[in-house]
């Protein structure tokens, strides 16, 4: 299938885990991607995994904690494709930690990467489909925290909370200009984020336990709603989080 043919699409922090999975099932829909995170030889080996696939990828580095590198990821890939249709705010971290030892340092760093980058990418994402006036996509990476509290989790939840608030007042400024604006929010997915906590003995097993679906979620599950939401299919849906969760949030 092609569904994203001729569009243009950035993933931020796709150079592995969610965001990775979401970059190659957009190249595999036809879309010019924009594979991007903080290493550079990431960012082309999985553009180049595009492009071995018949796809259109280009890496572009980006601490989306920056603003001069959120605007260079911007100005570098209208350079390239003049144009931008569909963006995933993808890029996240999360520090466990008791929420009485938490240092101002911790707070900072998870604010700086989930809520400014995910923030001034958007703003970014937003002048620009403004200026080209053919609507857009923009698609915030969400949670089940931003619904339910997680233990040792406190100063990741907020920012999750904060990223549901965001693309609820997004979506109501930029729907006059035909820009649609949700999230995702997924469950426990088995990636690179959570291994330090699921190595623990018996976490994995727990967590399982508690997933109505009976196992973990794979990036590959998240990909086909990051297709729907980028796809015109969605042009009524706005101010939204889908949640792909495998039930937990049914619970
Ligand atoms: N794995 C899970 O269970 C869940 C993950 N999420 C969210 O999904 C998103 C992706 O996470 P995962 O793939 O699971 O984790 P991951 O750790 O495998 O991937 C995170 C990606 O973000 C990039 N990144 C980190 N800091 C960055 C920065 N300053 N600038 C640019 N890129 C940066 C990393 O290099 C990596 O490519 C995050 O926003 C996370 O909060 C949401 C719910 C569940
Ligand atoms: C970091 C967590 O393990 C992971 O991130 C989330 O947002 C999910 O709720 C998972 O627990």
């Known amino acids: 299938m092609s569904r994203l043919a001729g569009k243009t699409a950035i993933v931020t922090g796709s150079t592995r885990?969610?965001?990775?999975?979401?970059?190659v099932r957009y190249g595999r829909e036809g879309a010019n991607v924009i594979v991007s995170g903080t290493n550079a030889e990431l960012c082309e080996e999985v553009a180049e995994s595009i492009r071995r696939e018949g796809g259109s990828a280009i890496g572009i580095?980006?601490?989306?904690?920056?603003?001069?590198?959120i605007n260079r990821l911007y100005d570098k890939t209208l350079?390239?494709?003049?144009e931008i249709n569909i963006v995933v705010n993808n890029a996240?971290?999360?520090?466990?930690?008791?929420?009485?030892e938490v240092e101002p340092e911790t707070v900072r760093k998870i604010w700086n990467v989930n809520l400014f980058g995910t923030f001034f990418s958007g703003q970014r994402a937003a002048k620009e489909m403004i200026r080209q006036g053919k609507g857009g996509k923009i698609i915030n990476m969400s949670s089940i925290s931003e619904e339910v509290g997680t233990a040792d989790l406190t100063q990741y939840a907020m920012t999750k909370g904060g990223i549901k608030i965001m693309t609820k007042c997004m979506a109501l400024e930029l729907a006059?200009?035909?820009?649609n604006v949700n999230a995702i929010g997924a469950g426990v997915i088995d990636t690179d984020i959570s291994m330090e906590e699921f190595s623990?003995?018996?976490?994995r097993e727990e967590t399982v336990k508690r997933i109505p679906w009976g196992r973990m979620g794979e990036p590959e599950d998240l990909a086909g709603t990051a297709v729907f939401l980028a796809h015109e299919d969605s042009d009524y849906v706005t101010g939204t989080t889908v949640y792909v969760d495998g039930g937990l949030l049914a619970m």
Request: aromatic share 10%; with cysteine.
């Open 176 to 179: 006059q200009y035909g820009i």
């Open 200 to 203: 623990k003995p018996g976490m």
């Open 79 to 82: 350079e390239k494709f003049g």
């Open 17 to 23: 885990g969610i965001g990775k999975g979401i970059a």
């Open 61 to 69: 580095v980006c601490d989306v904690s920056d603003l001069d590198q």
């Open 92 to 100: 996240g971290i999360a520090i466990f930690q008791p929420f009485i």
